[in-house]
């Protein structure tokens, strides 16, 4: 089959598109031929050596897996061949006690698809059967692709590590990103006020015509917490979803009104922030930690997108050859919205 492997870490990457054996399953596994698989800031750290964990090479990346069953290991019994599915990325053992409660995103066990083995920038991939989540009638492989990994983190830091409700203000950082544009898409299912931020005219019309986001605010301009707690008469927002960190995260805290939650996936930005506690702590304020998700945050993501409540924003599609391309595209920041891979079979 073939795969795009790094072989170099660097900015950019080197990457080769390779031939190599095609994947057999364990018992426990299926291997899936790949539809789609979609780019994340994850992969930008993976592709420079980033990532806090060491990461043996050549690998191929890629968590944002839909495809179709190819083949099944002898013990899988609940999936058949040609069964349309996405891929938890994040992949958990099943058997400790987080994962025995549901909370897969906590599995002591956890491994990265596309990091700690090899994932979907390749027309094959194997993974264990637990992590398959059906795809519902209606919802296609590149919706699925746009959508499993970072609308299903956004799913769980609004429905799983804080909760919404009607009327709620919400803060979220970055509308044209994964994580944003989803973000901004289900708070307002949710019933909430949305507040977003978008460096360019093409940012901002994405955030107000197509994801529904109430109000906009230019994240060029510096003082632009100030304009977040003018609209909310300056009362600040009820919650932040923050995926950028570095300088941003101690900004957001300016935005966020008494009470209020700060919830955060991810630090682009930068990992070391330095935050001051005197008002954190007498405004009574929470920073709370979203890692992942999980399978009911997955399955919650595929059946809003099934029912029409969540739509991806697809900025650019690469065929396979091109996937050092794609990666491009995500590092020049341009983007609006999700870019793919895409391997027709
Ligand atoms: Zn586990």
């Known amino acids: 089959m073939k795969a795009v492997q790094l072989m170099e870490h660097g900015t950019p990457g080197k990457f080769e598109l390779r031939d190599l054996p095609d994947p057999k399953p ?86 990265l698809l596309g990091v700690n083995r090899d994932g979907g920038f390749a027309e094959k991939v194997v993974v264990p059967s637990r992590v398959l989540v059906r795809l519902p009638a209606g919802v296609g492989f590149e919706a699925s692709a746009a959508l499993t990994l970072a609308g299903s983190t956004a799913m769980h830091m609004l429905t799983n590590r804080t909760q919404v409700t009607p009327g709620d203000w919400v803060l979220v950082m970055g509308a044209a990103s994964g994580v944003g544009s989803a973000a901004i898409q289900i708070a307002k299912g949710l019933g909430a006020q949305v507040i977003t931020t978008a460096s360019s005219e093409a940012k901002r019309a994405l955030a107000l015509l197509r994801l529904g986001a109430d109000h906009v605010v230019d994240s060029n301009n510096a003082a632009w917490p100030a304009d977040v707690r003018k609209l909310t008469g ?112």
């Open 26 to 111: 364990a018992p426990d596994e299926v291997v899936v031929q790949v539809q789609a698989c979609g780019l994340n800031h994850l992969d930008l750290w993976l592709e420079a050596g980033e990532l806090p964990i060491p990461v043996p090479l050549p690998r191929t990346p890629g968590g944002e897996i839909a495809g179709k069953i190819i083949e099944l290991g002898w013990a899988v019994s609940d999936w058949k061949v040609g069964d349309e599915v996405a891929i938890q990325s994040n992949l958990f053992c099943g058997q400790c006690e987080f994962c025995k409660r549901g909370d897969e995103s906590l599995c002591l066990r956890g491994e």
């Open 234 to 345: 300056k009362r600040g927002v009820d919650l932040v979803v923050e995926h950028i960190g570095g300088d941003v995260l101690p900004k957001v805290f300016e935005c966020l009104a008494r009470g209020g939650t700060v919830v955060t996936c991810g630090a682009t930005a930068g990992r070391e922030v330095t935050l001051n506690l005197w008002p954190f702590f007498v405004k009574q304020q929470k920073l709370v930690g979203s890692y992942g998700r999980n399978r009911a945050d997955i399955q919650a993501t595929l059946e809003w997108v099934a029912a029409g409540k969540l739509k991806p924003v697809i900025d650019s599609v690469y065929p396979l050859e091109k996937t050092a391309e794609a990666f491009a595209q995500l590092r020049s920041r341009k983007f609006l919205g999700k870019v793919l891979v895409e391997i027709p079979a």
